[in-house]
């Protein structure tokens, strides 16, 4: 008998009932890729949140018109928790409030420590210098000197470790003019993006 040269194509066909577990089984593996996915992805987001990056709401008019109230944010807590990054002049941080820990502030740092500070009539300065503050609308511009001296010009050095800040709506901020400065290991975040509302999308200054 000659032999064919061709290759046995025969095929086994398995049992109806492994055939029917084949969708099953498939279906339970792609599951479980997804879910897989889903909690590292979760990981990941919770990682950012708690290490990097966290969504605060902003609540008060104090912030105008930088940020309006309601408006959300993200806020920078790596750079200042592990050190990569100095507080500067004109940052807007998050801070826990000096006379309650339970409560949180944000506001725009004005002074350093070791600068001496002093407003005449709303103008602030700056180790002498009087500071242009282009973020401060002029409908939010108020009068007031601090500290309220009995001679015409008065100013406070600001001590290791503590920060001058304001509000950039200066007619209605509760801030350092009223209960002093600001201690560095108060302050946690640094105000990055807005996020909502949609038109106010974008980096933060």
């Known amino acids: 008998m000659q032999e064919s040269d061709s290759p046995d194509t ?15 089984r498939r279906g339970l593996r ?64 998050v801070f826990r409030f000096p006379l309650d820990s339970a409560k949180s502030y944000i506001k725009r740092v004005i002074g350093l420590p070791g600068d001496r500070v002093g407003i005449v009539d709303g103008q602030v300065y700056v180790n002498g210098r009087a500071l242009v503050e282009d973020y401060v609308a002029p409908s939010d511009r108020d009068r ?12 406070r050095t600001i001590p290791d470790g503590q920060y001058f800040v304001l509000g950039d709506n ?23 993006f807005a996020y909502w509302p949609l038109d106010q999308l974008g980096r933060l200054k």
């Open 10 to 24: 025969t095929l086994v066909e398995p049992p109806p009932e492994e055939r029917a577990d084949r969708p099953l």
């Open 30 to 93: 792609t599951i479980l890729i997804w879910m897989r996915d889903l909690a590292f992805s979760v990981a990941i987001a919770a990682g950012l949140i708690v290490f990097i990056y966290q969504p605060v709401k902003v609540e008060g008019t104090s912030m105008t018109p930088a940020l309006q109230d309601q408006e959300r944010i993200f806020i920078n807590k790596f750079t200042y928790r592990f050190g990569l990054g100095d507080i500067r002049r004109g940052d807007t941080v």
């Open 144 to 155: 007031v000197s601090w500290p309220s001296p009995p001679e015409p010009f008065a100013e």
């Open 170 to 192: 200066r007619i209605f901020s509760s801030d350092s003019r009223t209960w002093g400065f600001v201690p560095r290991g108060n302050i946690y975040g640094k105000a990055v």
